[in-house]
């Protein structure tokens, strides 16, 4: 019971407070936010000892290494990384507060510290933003999650809110029976999962009425946007969230806006036309792990109009996947290399011929990218190659050996789908 009423009372406050008529009504309030958040939380960390009182500008700026190497200074329980992960590993708890893991793919795991109350506070904000009516109206909500978290177990624990997990790595067709049953109002699965939901409405396999529709934890394509809202027949919303925190979610317009009443949010643009930037984030609503001017890994391309919804929240035009896979070819004349994002590689390859469904791009090497195109026309290769080369050639960058594999690459659902990966 007390939990429902924490729940509650952060669902309420997130609904009807935190709400900010104009950007400097939003701005004062983040200021006063930080303030209380160096006092109350800040001071005490080992971390910020010679820092807190200063301007947040002049912190360092921290990353997953950066975390990981000072953990036990960044948390109120002083608990250091070693003595965390093996607690981590054995879901066991310290002082209530739950240990946990990320799902990285490479280097040592993240690892999180997260209490009882920011798990309301996180469940209490994420339903005000998310659910399309009133709370009290009853909900079956689907997740399809590579694991369970912790995090949704709370919620579960509401009898108006139903929620049901799906494996990613069980059998497809046994999600298909249980969706098929359950007949979810919210559905929230990575965007890979929903576009082969999508294929199954299509082809007459599932049949299924969302309320609502997020995608989650992958980059959501324009493309794969538009055909899954085409199956389901609504616009498909977003969520944009990691390990980090709960970051922004889509508004009734669709647009993405960063949840900042919460989290404070510094661009450190990456193109010199300022359209697109890594966040930067100190997360104020936090109390047990210190989540400070932290470089996110993630492009994120700033929405040029405004929202007609008039929320002054930074709206995005769309989380375009992660600074590591920008791929990087040597300059011809100069030391420096010429960088080429994968919003423009995906739209240059999508734009070399109509009949092109899919692709994929690695860059094994400095000079070597391979490729898969699925099209059934015999003359699509041919055309992507002379596209990349000539937008290559124009960026006075080296041209690469470009080697087709392959269509369709090897599928695992319960993987982040990149399509455009460079691992060199
Ligand atoms: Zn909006």
């Given at each position: 019971m007390r939990d429902k009423l924490s729940i509650l009372g952060h669902y309420?406050?997130?609904?009807?407070?935190?709400?900010?008529?104009?950007?400097?009504?939003?701005?004062?309030?983040?200021?006063?936010?930080?303030?209380?958040?160096?006092?109350?939380?800040?001071?005490h960390l080992p971390f910020f000892a010679d820092l807190w009182e200063k301007?947040?500008?002049?912190?360092?700026?921290?990353?997953?290494?950066?975390?990981?190497?000072?953990?036990?200074?960044?948390?109120?329980?002083?608990l250091p990384y070693d003595v965390g992960l093996p607690l981590a590993q054995a879901r066991e708890k310290v002082d209530g507060?739950?240990?946990?893991?990320?799902?990285?793919?490479?280097?040592?795991?993240g690892l999180f510290l997260v209490s009882e109350e920011e798990r309301h506070f996180w469940l209490?904000?994420?339903?005000?933003?998310?659910?399309?009516?009133?709370?009290?109206?009853?909900?079956?909500?689907?997740?399809?999650?590579?694991a369970n978290s912790d995090?949704?177990?709370?919620?579960?624990?509401?009898?108006?809110?139903?929620?049901?997990?799906?494996?990613?790595?069980?059998?497809?067709?046994?999600?298909?029976?249980?969706?098929?049953r359950v007949q979810p109002t919210i559905l929230i699965a990575?965007?890979?999962?929903?576009?082969?939901?999508?294929?199954?409405?299509?082809?007459?396999?599932?049949?299924?009425?969302?309320?609502?529709?997020?995608s989650v934890g992958e980059v959501l394509s324009d493309e794969d946007r538009t055909f899954i809202g085409d199956q389901f027949h609504q616009p498909i919303?977003?969520?944009?969230?990691?390990?980090?925190?709960?970051?922004?979610?889509?508004?009734?317009?669709?647009?993405?806006?960063?949840?900042?009443?919460?989290?404070?949010?510094?661009?450190?643009?990456?193109?010199?036309?300022?359209?697109?930037?890594?966040?930067i984030i100190t997360d104020f609503s936090r109390t047990t792990q210190a989540i400070v001017r932290y470089r996110m890994n993630d492009i994120l391309k700033i929405r040029q109009t405004p929202c007609a919804c008039g929320s002054p929240l930074l709206a995005i035009e769309k989380v375009e996947g992660r600074c590591d896979d920008i791929l990087k070819l040597p300059h011809t004349d100069q030391a420096t290399s010429a960088d080429f994002y994968p919003d423009d590689i995906r739209a240059l390859i999508l734009d070399a011929d109509p009949s092109i469904q899919d692709f994929r791009?690695?860059?094994?090497?400095?000079?070597?990218?391979?490729?898969?195109?699925?099209?059934?026309?015999?003359?699509?290769?041919?055309?992507?190659?002379?596209?990349?080369l000539h937008t290559i050639h124009a960026r006075k960058a080296q041209p690469p050996t470009l080697t087709f594999d392959d269509w369709p690459p090897a599928v695992d659902l319960s993987q982040k789908l990149r399509r455009i990966v460079r691992d060199c």
């Open positions: 309420l406050k997130a609904k009807y407070l935190h709400r900010f008529r104009d950007r400097a009504a939003l701005e004062a309030h983040q200021r006063r936010q930080l303030a209380r958040f160096k006092t109350e939380v800040l001071q301007d947040l500008s002049s912190f360092p700026l921290t990353d997953k290494a950066i975390v990981q190497q000072n953990f036990a200074g960044l948390n109120s329980l002083a507060i739950t240990v946990g893991l990320s799902s990285g793919t490479s280097g040592r795991r209490g904000v994420m339903l005000a933003k998310a659910l399309p009516g009133p709370l009290w109206q009853k909900h079956r909500v689907v997740l399809a999650l590579s995090l949704y177990t709370t919620a579960n624990k509401n009898s108006r809110m139903r929620f049901h997990f799906l494996d990613l790595k069980a059998a497809y067709q046994d999600h298909l029976d249980t969706l098929t990575p965007a890979q999962f929903l576009k082969k939901l999508a294929q199954s409405v299509q082809a007459g396999d599932l049949q299924i009425n969302p309320a609502r529709i997020f919303h977003q969520i944009y969230q990691c390990t980090e925190g709960f970051l922004g979610i889509t508004c009734a317009h669709g647009t993405l806006h960063l949840n900042e009443e919460y989290v404070h949010v510094e661009k450190e643009w990456l193109d010199e036309d300022k359209t697109r930037f890594n966040p791009v690695h860059q094994s090497d400095v000079d070597q990218l391979r490729l898969r195109i699925d099209s059934p026309s015999p003359t699509a290769k041919n055309k992507v190659a002379h596209a990349l």
